[in-house]
């Protein structure tokens, strides 16, 4: 089983994220997990220390690469995005301090590289099939 959604629906409907694409299958295969389904959703922080990132692009482009993923994984089309702010205003973000600089192979490796073990562990106590 391949992608959830083919290449040439991504170039005829989202040409932008063909690259970002290209890069996530190389890193789901890296790590075992070509033709896996999951529901992909996008968690923003939307706290205070997160503006500068927000002004300058840097959630931005974490965010398409989640597209480019999702699409790989997730065959709805469709990337629910939820926004959270905590009374701790630690200004952490997953791709370090910053995320414009992270490669989308990099991000990628980041995003996916516990999910086998989850995998396997929710499918050993019939979570998942």
Known sequence: MGAAIG???VEDS???LVSLYKSAGVSLRKHGLEGA???VY?????AGSMRPYDEDGSVQAPADRVLG???HLDDDGVVPTVFFSTD?????FHAGNDPLAVPDDELY?????EFPA???AARDRGIVA
Do not use: Q, Y
């Open 118 to 120: 989850w995998l396997a």
């Open 109 to 113: 490796d980041r995003l996916v590289g």
């Open 37 to 39: 389904r999951a529901a």
């Open 88 to 92: 701790i205003d630690a200004g952490f």
């Open 69 to 71: 993923l999702s699409a």
């Open 7 to 9: 290449l040439r629906t």
């Open 42 to 46: 996008l968690v923003v922080d939307h």
């Open 14 to 16: 989202a040409p932008a």
